[in-house]
């Protein structure tokens, strides 16, 4: 049996934990490696509910050193990585006039660095195996550029530069990269909004709603998929319409 | 034949196996600049593929980048590499 080794990051997250399931049911032949930092219990019962198909790694992806570990031990297990699936975020708004330079470093080292780190590390394997599909999740605010987000977005919308410029680096190795920009996900990062926040974001969505965590996985499912082996270097919107 | 020239062979069919080249690996002279014009007109992305390569088949790390570009020049520089390593 040839198994498709995937490494989804931010897997205990509502979108990467999605994201897992969605592979999990693609194929039997899909084994999932989920990311983890110190939130645990989503992905822990992912891997309960899928035994000998799924495994916790710890990965923090700031850290050059934890992608290191966390891509040795999978090479380790089971000698080739297919599929990295960079979805960990994070993302702390403020106005720039009243931004720490902290929130503006931790927002960029985890949405934009985490990105660069994973990319390079998964690189030497992919370049040997001769191929592979890394898949960005950006965010409708690299394209969108809203206020109060000048650290997301600015992170999201290099990492759509980064996914852009290394589509070009690596196309004729057989590798393909590719970026998901989600809108307004139902995910936990919604939760924080009051009900009128909900209202005035539902008001800038052409259909009316939010989007499912499921409807973003189905297109990092796509772009990972066989079928999808001349797409690279695309930015994909999931957002309900917004542009 | 000798362990080096037998090298050499290895080096020159990884070469166009992994670049996929369209020529023959016995086309290929030892001396012959793999970078620039005047020679097999390799360019950045090959060399990262064939510092992989490299890596895996003869166990040659070429990490630092200075170290690379020395290494990369030629056939023969790539056999004299592994065998100094």
């Not at chain 2, 992989?52 to 166990?59: F, I, Q, R, S, T």
């Amino acid at each position: 049996m040839n198994l498709r080794i995937i490494l989804v990051t931010g897997a205990n997250g509502g979108l990467g934990t999605a994201i897992a399931r969605m592979f999990l049911e693609e194929s039997p032949d899909n084994f999932v490696w989920l990311g983890v930092n110190n939130r645990r219990e989503r992905a822990e019962k992912l891997a309960a509910e899928n035994p000998g198909r799924c495994r916790l790694v710890p990965l923090e992806v700031t850290r050059p050193g934890a992608w290191q570990s966390a891509v040795a031990e999978i090479l380790a297990a089971q000698g080739r990585v297919d599929v990295l699936v960079n979805n960990a975020g994070r993302h702390e708004d403020a106005l720039l006039a009243q931004m720490a330079p902290e929130t503006w470093s931790r927002v960029l080292a985890v949405n934009l660095d985490g990105v660069f780190h994973g990319c390079q590390t998964v690189m030497p394997a992919m370049i040997s195996q001769r191929n592979g599909r890394i898949i960005n999740v950006a965010s409708l605010s690299a394209l969108l550029a809203p206020p109060g987000q000048t650290n997301y977005a600015a992170a999201k919308a290099g990492v759509v530069a980064l996914t852009q410029s290394l589509a070009k680096e690596v196309a004729r190795i057989g590798i393909t990269v590719n970026a998901v920009c989600p809108g307004y996900v139902d995910t936990g990062s919604l939760a924080g909004l009051d009900d009128e926040a909900r209202r005035q974001a539902l008001a800038k969505i052409p259909m009316r709603r939010f989007g499912r965590p499921e409807e973003v996985a189905a297109a990092v499912r796509f772009l990972a998929c066989a079928e999808a082996s001349y797409i690279t270097g695309s930015v994909l919107k999931i957002d309900g319409g917004i542009f | 034949m000798s362990t080096s020239t037998e090298l050499k062979g290895q080096i020159k069919r990884l070469l166009v196996e992994n670049l996929m080249l369209q020529i023959s690996p016995e086309e290929i002279g030892d001396d012959q600049p793999l970078f620039g014009p005047n020679g097999l007109g390799l360019d950045s992305v090959d060399a990262l593929q064939l510092v992989v390569a490299l890596d895996k088949n003869h166990g040659l790390k070429l990490s630092d980048a200075g170290v690379a570009r020395k290494t990369l020049q030629t056939v023969n520089t790539i056999a004299a590499a592994i065998e100094g390593s």
